[in-house]
């Protein structure tokens, strides 16, 4: 029987399928993501097609094969790293296209210099940018805020982590805070890790942009008592269940060479049917409370 090869687009395991399973979902037996199996040859014709992306940080638009969609890409203009999500794809065209007018130093001074100008303390209804609406605040601690908002460009709400100025000294200490991050990002898409999209640097501040998890960590579960609901047998089955999750998002950021410091209820995230998320861990994961 005709069998294709397909890869996982998370951890980029490969796995022989039948033919007969294009186009179905499938689970990657090394990470546990969820994907949709190619429905057509990745090399063959019909599968040239493309979508047009754009970076979250500078706006700046690029066209992208659509077989790329779930993977990490870096922004050729400024340097931000974010993962490809779209499913609208188009037939790439046949012919060349107009490249984009190059961006004029005055467009780029103002563009930087707006970014300069966010405050730092942002408030429920602020747009930032034209382009994040602040939500509310999620939590606050030492290190800073965390704040909810809407990003008007993806349709999607945000965990934004904004540490306060005064944990840099130097430029230098906000470059390593951003390497640091990029750990976190490089990490693609795992079920049972909370997602980091992309660190911008607004108001002078690296501000993390993360996946918003809307159930609360699972310090909020152990003190409101969702943990234990129905009963002792449900509540065993519950913990065991959230226990091998986190097993497997530990063992995911191990074997990619990330040791969480701090694993703790608080850097659990939770999703309202159970899922449970790693967060946190020193400067690898960083904190990303919800609620």
């Known amino acids: 029987m005709a069998t294709f090869e397909a890869a996982c687009p998370n951890c980029g395991t490969t796995f022989t399928v039948d033919e007969a399973h294009r186009g179905k979902k499938g689970r990657c037996k090394r990470c546990g993501k969820d994907f949709i199996l190619p429905s057509q040859d990745e090399h063959s014709p019909a599968s040239a097609s493309v979508i047009s992306i754009s970076c979250p940080s500078c706006r700046r638009k690029f066209d992208v094969s659509a077989i790329h969609v779930g993977r990490n890409a870096k922004c050729a203009k400024c340097g931000t790293r974010f993962q490809i999500e779209s499913t609208a794809a188009v037939a790439a065209p046949a012919a060349e296209t107009q490249q984009p007018l190059p961006e004029t130093p005055s467009a780029a001074k103002a563009g930087a210099s707006a970014e300069e100008d966010v405050p730092l303390e942002w408030n429920p209804g602020d747009v930032i940018l034209d382009l994040y609406e602040v939500m509310g605040v999620l939590g606050e601690g030492g290190m800073g805020k965390v704040y909810k908002v809407h990003h008007r460009g993806w349709n999607l709400d945000l965990a934004v982590k904004c540490p306060k100025p005064d944990k840099f000294a130097t430029n230098a200490q906000k470059e390593t805070f951003e390497r640091e991050c990029e750990t976190w990002i490089d990490l693609g898409l795992h079920p049972h890790i909370v997602s980091c999209y992309y660190v911008r640097r607004l108001g002078e501040v690296p501000r993390v942009f993360a996946e918003y998890v809307e159930g609360g ?75």
């Not at 909020?220 to 969702?226: G, V």
């Not at 209820?265 to 904190?287: I, R």
Request: glycine share 10%; proline share 5%.
């Open 217 to 291: 960590s699972l310090k909020d579960w152990i003190e409101d008592r969702r943990l234990y609901e129905d009963g002792p047998e449900e509540a065993l089955k519950r913990i065991l269940d959230i226990a091998i999750q986190l097993a497997w998002g530990l063992q995911y950021a191990h074997e990619h060479g990330l040791i969480h410091q701090d694993v703790k209820p608080a850097n659990v995230m939770m999703t309202s049917d159970g899922t449970a998320k790693v967060t946190g861990g020193g400067a690898e994961l960083p904190d990303t409370p919800n609620a």
